[in-house]
């Protein structure tokens, strides 16, 4: 069964510090999402990113924050200078065109620590 | 925005009863209901999903009801067994929208 893919599997920064994750999408969706988790709580939508720019952003994505698709495979969010509560675990998620985009596929996830 | 708020934030059975986790949604156009499992420590995964359309879905000992007048919409889990434990989450999309707007989560735990 095909898998979205997210490295690293944790990270530990320095406050200050930017960090980037990276997503290896299903290869034939076309959208692309990033969640967070804080540890006990809720998923929230963070971005969507649809032929090479973003659809939808929420509140929580806000300047220090960014997404690439630097080639045909990746989809990288960027954090420029972390915060203490930016920690949090950050869901990679990608759908299809298929059924109006509605079936979210999530990866295994990151870890992030900030100290 | 689309807020969902959802009941309870944990709930202990005994194995082989039903579970019932309940959710509402602000928003009326919202379109589209998935329902996800998540483990300790791993990835939410899809179990089932319902459109608008629809009143009722059911996949083996695993179903969803909507209403659309009340705007809530309702997970049932029979025959439950030990390896349901886990948190469920509900979410709800708006139309013309991409974003799910999830629940808070409820802790399953089923006791053998």
């Known amino acids: 069964e095909p898998e979205v893919t997210q490295t690293p599997s944790h990270q530990v920064t320095q406050m200050g510090q930017e960090v980037i994750l990276r997503c290896v999408p299903i290869?034939?969706?076309?959208?692309f999402y990033w969640y967070r988790q804080i540890l006990g709580q809720k998923v929230e939508f963070l971005v969507s990113?649809?032929?090479?720019?973003?659809?939808?952003k929420s509140e929580i994505f806000d300047d220090q924050f960014s997404v690439e698709r630097p080639d045909g495979s990746n989809f990288t969010l960027k954090i420029r200078s972390t915060k203490l509560e930016d920690s949090a675990m950050y869901f990679c998620?990608?759908?299809?065109?298929?059924?109006?985009?509605?079936?979210?596929?999530f990866g295994a996830g990151s870890r992030l620590t900030v100290l | 925005g689309e807020n969902v708020e959802q009941h309870p934030s944990t709930l202990s059975v005994q194995e082989g009863d039903s579970a019932v986790i309940k959710c509402t949604y602000s928003?009326?156009?919202?379109?589209?209901f998935p329902w996800y499992k998540q483990e300790l420590g791993k990835r939410p995964q899809l179990i089932i999903d319902?459109?608008?359309?629809?009143g009722e879905k059911k996949d083996q000992r695993i179903a969803v009801t909507l209403n659309k007048t009340a705007k809530h919409f309702s997970l049932h889990i029979t025959e439950t067994q030990p390896e349901d434990s886990a948190v469920y989450f509900c979410?709800?999309?708006?139309?013309?929208?991409?974003?799910?707007?999830f629940g808070s989560g409820t802790r399953l735990q089923v006791q053998p």
């Open positions: 998620a990608s759908s299809d065109s298929a059924s109006g985009a509605n079936v979210l596929t």
């Open positions: 979410a709800a999309r708006g139309t013309g929208r991409r974003a799910l707007t």
């Open positions: 319902i459109r608008s359309n629809v």
């Open positions: 928003d009326s156009a919202s379109n589209y």
């Open positions: 290869s034939n969706h076309l959208y």
């Open positions: 990113f649809y032929n090479n720019e973003i659809s939808e």
